[in-house]
T-cell receptor
Framework: SAVISQKPSRDICQRGTSLTIQCQVDSQVTMMFWYRQQPGQSLTLIATANQGSEATYESGFVIDKFPISRPNLTFSTLTVSNMSPEDSSIYLC??????????????FGPGTRLTVL | GESVGLHLPTLSVQEGDNSIINCAYSNSASDYFIWYKQESGKGPQFIIDIRSNMDKRQGQRVTVLLNKTVKHLSLQIAATQPGDSAVYFCAETGGGADGLTFGKGTHLIIQP
């Protein structure tokens, strides 16, 4: 599997501010995704990060709130904009399509734990 | 909408016993299923997967069973160890560009 890192690992932010989370993979991957995991809950897909084009958002998530970039095959960012306490969650980067692995196997980064005051 | 869910939120077993974690899914178009283990403070860790053209797959101490007739998935862990204590999630996808849909999660507790 690939080594997936996320920065920051955790942060405490004030409401109304924005935070950008970075995801770096140590090898090229076909697909990158962003998930949210609210406290004590399961994971929910936010969007698919597309290289060179706009991300594909799931129902309930919009670009103005969660802008995403993917400039190349190993890196993506997720911004949580104009934060409120309801945005307090773990945000997880996930990848699929590593060279040498089964096409659909999907791996996750360690997550970014965000607390909004 | 389509969803993936689990029957039991918490499962407590004695160390050395076998564990069975169940999952129901509703999307008949699901083609690929994965079980993940998530320890506290960490991201989900891939355990085992299975495609819809199979009904059983075995790994090291783990077996995944798929019953497409009743849309049911299970994870069997043999001879559980303290390190198996975690939350286990099932997830499914139709493949291609689709992301994963996750179940609610089962917290597995291993009693000494």
């Amino acid at each position: 599997s690939a080594v997936i890192s996320q920065k920051p690992s955790r942060d405490i932010c004030q409401r109304g501010t924005s935070l950008t989370i970075q995801c770096q993979v140590d090898s090229q991957v076909t697909m990158m995704f962003w998930y949210r995991q609210q406290p004590g809950q399961s994971l929910t897909l936010i969007a698919t990060a597309n290289q060179g084009s706009e991300a594909t958002y799931e129902s309930g998530f919009v670009i103005d709130k969660f802008p995403i970039s993917r400039p190349n095959l190993t890196f993506s960012t997720l911004t949580v904009s104009n934060m409120s306490p309801e945005d307090s969650s773990i945000y997880l980067c996930s990848v699929r399509g590593l060279a040498g692995s089964a096409g659909d196997t999907q791996y996750f980064g360690p997550g970014t734990r965000l607390t909004v005051l | 909408g389509e969803s993936v869910g689990l029957h039991l939120p918490t499962l407590s077993v004695q160390e050395g016993d076998n564990s069975i974690i169940n999952c129901a899914y509703s999307n008949s178009a699901s083609d690929y299923f994965i079980w993940y283990k998530q320890e506290s403070g960490k991201g989900p860790q891939f355990i085992i997967d299975i495609r819809s053209n199979m009904d059983k797959r075995q790994g090291q101490r783990v077996t995944v069973l798929l019953n497409k007739t009743v849309k049911h998935l299970s994870l069997q862990i043999a001879a559980t160890q303290p390190g198996d204590s975690a939350v286990y999630f099932c997830a499914e996808t139709g493949g291609g560009a689709d992301g994963l849909t996750f179940g609610k999660g089962t917290h597995l507790i291993i009693q000494p």
